[in-house]
C-alpha cells in the first residue's frame, strides 16, 4: 500500500501544547491512581511530567474523581508542573462535567468515546452536551473510538448490510470500517454543536497493530483532523513496546500521527513511567523528537563475559533518567547527546568515538583497562573496580554536559558576573 506521507492536519491547542499543525508529535500518558485522591494523583502526575509527558490524562469515572480535579492541577502548579490534564469521560461525562463545573474549567482537554456516552436516542444527545461544555469553556475533546467499545447498533447495522448486499468483506474488515465511520460521524456531530476544528482530536484504538495501521491510514485519508496514535492495551513489557512501536513506527514513518501513547500494562507495583519512556525511545529513534541523551550499549556476546559492562550501561542509563528534569531546566540542547557504554574491542573504541562521551571497557582476554573518548578523541584511560569506573565515568558524563552545553539564558541571566 503506497504511504501517506506528510499528513496535513488542522493545530489543536490544548493548554499551552500543540497538537497537529505541523507540531512536533507529542507524548501522552495517563495515570492508574484513584483520581479522587488528589495527592497520589498529582505526585504521579508530576513524575510522568518530569519523565517526558507532555500531557496527562486522568479518569474522571465519579463525583469524587470530578470534584479532585481542580485541587490535583491546583497541586501541580505549587509543584512547578504546568503540563495540561485530560479528562476521560465514559458513560457519564455529561452529568459529571455539567455538575462540577470546576472540573470542566481545570481540565485542558476532554476525552469522549462514542462507544459508551449512551445508547440509542439518548447517545447523540449526551455526546453533544459535553461538546456544548467543551465549547463553552473554550476546551478541545478528543473523540477517542476505541475497537473494545465500539457503538455496537452501528456494527450490527453494518454486518446486516454486508449480508445483505453479499458484500464479502470480513468481520474485521466491518469493525476497521466501523471505527472509521464511528470517529468521522461523531466530528460531523462535534462541528454541529458548534465546536471549531481546530477544537477536535480523533482517535481510533485497536489492539492489533495490523489493524490499527489500516484503520489509521483510512482516516488520514478522511479528515485532516489531528490524529491520537496508540493502542488499546498494548500488553506488558517487551510485548506492549514491539507491538506499539511496530504500529505507531510504521504511521509515523508515513507522516500519520500527531500524538502518541503507548499504554503499557504496568508490573504490579511496576513504574508507570515505563510508557512515557517508551514513547520518548519511539520518537527519538524515528529521528522525529529528541527527550534525553541516548545511550548506545553492547547488547553482549561470549567475548564479554564480565558483567561489568551491563551494570554500567544500567548506571548510566539510571542517572541519565533522575538527572534529565534537572539538566532540562538547566542546559540548551543536553537531550541531544549520545553516550556509548561498550563491553569489548571490537565495537567498543568505534562506537566510543562516534558518541559524545563513550567507554570501553574490555572483553575476554583484554588487557583490564578502559579506554574514554571524548568528542571522537582518546580523553583518558580508567582503571580499577566496578564501583571506581562507574562513579569515574558518570563523573565525566556530568563534566561534560556543564562543559559543552550552553546555560539556558534566563539562568546564564541571574547568575553573578
Known amino acids: 500500500m503506497p504511504s501517506i506521507k506528510l499528513h496535513r492536519t488542522t493545530g489543536v491547542k490544548v493548554g499551552h501544547v500543540q497538537i497537529g499543525g505541523g507540531a512536533p508529535v507529542v507524548v501522552q500518558s495517563m495515570t492508574i491512581t484513584d483520581t479522587a485522591d488528589a495527592i497520589a494523583t498529582a505526585t504521579q502526575c508530576l513524575?510522568?511530567?518530569?519523565?517526558?509527558?507532555?500531557?496527562?490524562?486522568?479518569?474522571?469515572?465519579?463525583?469524587?474523581?470530578?470534584?479532585?480535579?481542580?485541587?490535583?492541577?491546583?497541586?501541580?502548579?505549587?509543584?512547578?508542573?504546568?503540563?495540561?490534564?485530560?479528562?476521560?469521560?465514559?458513560?457519564?461525562?455529561?452529568?459529571?462535567?455539567?455538575?462540577?463545573p470546576g472540573c470542566a474549567a481545570a481540565l485542558a482537554k476532554y476525552r469522549i468515546n462514542p462507544g459508551n456516552v449512551g445508547t440509542g436516542s439518548r447517545r447523540n444527545e449526551q455526546f453533544t452536551t459535553i461538546c456544548k461544555i467543551a465549547r463553552d469553556h473554550g476546551k478541545p475533546v478528543r473523540i477517542g473510538v476505541n475497537g473494545g467499545s465500539l457503538n455496537q447498533d452501528l456494527v450490527i447495522s453494518r454486518m446486516q448490510e454486508n449480508t445483505?448486499?453479499?458484500?464479502?468483506?470480513?468481520?474485521?474488515?466491518?469493525?476497521?470500517?466501523?471505527?472509521?465511520?464511528?470517529?468521522?460521524?461523531?466530528?460531523?456531530?462535534?462541528?454541529?454543536?458548534d465546536l471549531r476544528t481546530d477544537q477536535i482530536v480523533i482517535s481510533c484504538k485497536v489492539s492489533s497493530p495490523k489493524n490499527l495501521i489500516t484503520i489509521y491510514r483510512e482516516l488520514a485519508r478522511q479528515t485532516t483532523q489531528p490524529l491520537h496514535l496508540g493502542l488499546t492495551e498494548a500488553g506488558m513489557g517487551l510485548k506492549g513496546q514491539v507491538w506499539s512501536a511496530a504500529a505507531i513506527g510504521v504511521l509515523l514513518e508515513e507522516g500519520v500521527g500527531d500524538t502518541i501513547r503507548v499504554s503499557l500494562t504496568p508490573q504490579p507495583g511496576g513504574d508507570r513511567r515505563e510508557e512515557v519512556y517508551a514513547a520518548c525511545e519511539l520518537l527519538q529513534a524515528l529521528g522525529l523528537r529528541s527527550f534525553s541523551p541516548s545511550i548506545t550499549a553492547c547488547p553482549g556476546c561470549g567475548r564479554t563475559t564480565s558483567t561489568t559492562f551491563q551494570e554500567l550501561a544500567e548506571r548510566i542509563q539510571g542517572h541519565v533518567r533522575n538527572m534529565m528534569p534537572v539538566w532540562k531546566a538547566r542546559y540548551e540542547g543536553v537531550e541531544e547527546m549520545k553516550v556509548a557504554v561498550m563491553g569489548c574491542v571490537v565495537n567498543g573504541p568505534g562506537e566510543s568515538r562516534a558518541a559524545n562521551i563513550g567507554i570501553s571497557l574490555p572483553g575476554t582476554g583484554e588487557a583490564p583497562t578502559c579506554p574514554v573518548y571524548i568528542d571522537g578523541e582518546h580523553a583518558t584511560t580508567l582503571r580499577g573496580s566496578y564501583d571506581e569506573l562507574a562513579e569515574a565515568f558518570q563523573r565525566l558524563v556530568d563534566e561534560y554536559i556543564e562543559s559543552h552545553y550552553t546555560l539556558r539564558e534566563e539562568l546564564a541571566t541571574d547568575a553573578p558576573h
Do not use: W
Open 164 to 193: 445483505d448486499r453479499s458484500l464479502g468483506l470480513t468481520s474485521e474488515e466491518i469493525i476497521n470500517e466501523c471505527m472509521v465511520i464511528s470517529a468521522l460521524e461523531s466530528t460531523s456531530l462535534a462541528l454541529d454543536a
Open 47 to 100: 513524575e510522568l511530567s518530569e519523565a517526558g509527558s507532555e500531557l496527562i490524562r486522568v479518569t474522571v469515572n465519579t463525583p469524587a474523581a470530578a470534584a479532585a480535579v481542580p485541587e490535583i492541577k491546583q497541586r501541580m502548579q505549587d509543584l512547578g508542573c504546568d503540563t495540561p490534564l485530560i479528562g476521560d469521560f465514559h458513560y457519564n461525562g455529561h452529568q459529571l462535567l455539567g455538575r462540577y
